[in-house]
């Protein structure tokens, strides 16, 4: 992070501006809309300027730039289309430690404007760290359009509530759930129909309701990796939960979504690791949910697909808790999109079936007739330590050896690598490779396609074909 996002408080504290143009006019309309007391150097003023100071608003000194003129000021902004002079201003801040902007030069700031959507008392900035300020803005403008203007007088509503909600709710964690109720009741609607008296009465009433705050779980899908992959309903939980009850297959750049303050709890299994048992992990939800607290149960892919999302739900229902499931895009659609594999195409896969390599609890064993019909496609899940089984299963029942296979490893990241090769190499390409778990396995004749449809990351040095002719 290269520069920390901080809201200055500016009201009646002295702020130099050096220069007085057009550039200089637009620092100035910021910082006297923020309450700074403003004062001028420059030789000549922008017309703007003059009338301000017939008004009172701003302080003019027609002079040259001089270091002494920084004394007293809080920060101070250079704005001059002359780079000694702000070159000067930016080693004269330095030199007493000043906060100082020079206009459209990142190297000479040691603070930036960010691009600010306005709905004050609520604000928000975005910066590029200097680096894309026309993309800043560009993303200000999307928000513009999806940020409503209710939310000015509604974040004055409630800040103006915050002193009586803090003296009738102990703790941080109760007031957070008090205002989360507020955020989903007609407190709301009423603002945005200009109702202020109304959503005022309806915010005491609430304030003032004596309403045992009530646990759920909410079974949330994590997708295979990539953020982006995240639906909308499962990042509002993760900014909604108390606490998240997460496995090792959801990704780093996913848990840092989650509400800062939030409890992070991992539950997750891996091979050759130590982890929770199911049995614990279905107490725990059990036991935060009666605790009162709202938890997400965040798992990676999507809870219901290989995820015991069923298993967890069940051992709610006696206690009356209540739950809901978020859907998440599973390993084998992310994965297979990613890696540029169509899971079905009229020409080579009419139907895909979705597999574990995990045996049953009985040692029971799959019906490899079935999976080994050839115009179909396998996506097999957790099938890295089982992988010589499967492929001399998948052989015995009559699939071609030449049947192509790919294997994914950490599919949709920035890390992800992709092996293509036949079902005969399988379990060798996983050697050759060292391919770590997540892996995903595809086993069918649309991997064919995969050299030519893959579109994401290196996918042009990691098929087994250019692997072997590097090593000739």
């Not at 390409?429 to 990351?457: D, N, R």
Request: net charge negative; with cysteine; charged share 20%.
């Amino acid at each position: 992070m290269q520069y920390l996002p901080i809201f200055a408080q500016l009201q009646q504290r002295p702020v130099l501006l050096v220069g007085a143009g057009l550039v200089a006019l637009r620092k100035a309309n910021t910082l006297l809309s923020a309450g700074a007391r403003l004062t001028v150097v420059s030789t000549e003023f922008h017309a703007d300027f003059l009338h301000w100071q017939q008004q009172g608003k701003v302080q003019l000194i027609q002079a040259e730039f001089a270091a002494e003129q920084l004394n007293g000021q809080f920060l101070v902004v250079a704005a001059t289309d002359k780079d000694a002079v702000n070159q000067a201003v930016f080693q004269a801040a330095e030199a007493r430690q000043m906060l100082v902007n020079t206009v459209d030069d990142q190297p000479l700031c040691s603070f930036i404007f960010p691009a600010i959507v306005d709905r004050s008392p609520l604000l928000v900035a975005i910066s590029s760290g200097g680096a894309a300020p026309v993309l800043a803005r560009r993303i200000r403008e999307k928000l513009e359009s999806l940020l409503p203007q209710y939310l000015g007088p509604l974040s004055q509503l409630v800040g103006n509530f915050r002193s009586q909600v803090k003296q009738k709710l102990d703790g941080f964690a109760a007031r957070r759930q008090f205002w989360e109720k507020v955020f989903n009741s007609a407190v709301v609607r009423d603002v945005q129909a200009g109702r202020l008296e109304a959503a005022q009465h309806q915010l005491e009433q609430l304030l003032h309701s004596e309403q045992p705050e009530q646990g759920e779980v909410w079974l949330v899908g994590a997708g295979p990796g990539d953020p982006e992959l995240l639906t909308l309903k499962a990042l509002q939980c993760m900014q909604q939960a108390d606490v998240v009850v997460y496995d090792y297959l959801v990704s780093e750049p996913i848990l840092q979504l989650v509400r800062r303050d939030a409890e992070l709890i991992c539950v997750g299994k891996k091979a050759g690791a130590h982890s929770v048992s199911q049995e614990d992990t279905n107490n725990l939800l059990v036991s935060l949910a009666l605790s009162g607290k709202k938890v997400c149960r965040l798992k990676g892919g999507d809870p219901f697909i290989f995820g015991r999302g069923a298993e967890e739900i069940e051992v709610l229902l006696p206690h009356k808790i209540a739950f809901q499931v978020v859907p998440g895009i599973t390993a084998a659609a992310g994965c297979a999109a990613y890696a540029g594999i169509a899971l079905t195409h009229r020409d080579y896969a009419q139907t895909v079936q979705f597999v574990t390599g995990h045996c049953r609890k009985d040692g029971t064993e799959p019906d490899w007739n079935s999976l080994a019909k050839a115009n179909q496609t396998l996506a097999i899940y957790m099938g890295l330590m089982k992988a010589d089984h499967i492929q001399q299963q998948l052989l015995q029942a009559g699939r071609a050896a030449q049947t192509p296979v790919a294997i994914i490893e950490n599919g949709t990241r920035p890390e992800q690598r992709v092996f293509t090769g036949q079902l005969a190499e399988l379990a060798e390409l996983i050697e050759q490779h060292q391919v770590q778990s997540p892996a995903l396995l595809i086993i069918g004749e649309v991997v064919a396609l995969q050299s030519q449809l893959a579109w994401f990351g290196d996918h042009t040095s990691q098929s087994a074909p250019a692997a072997l002719l590097n090593q000739l």
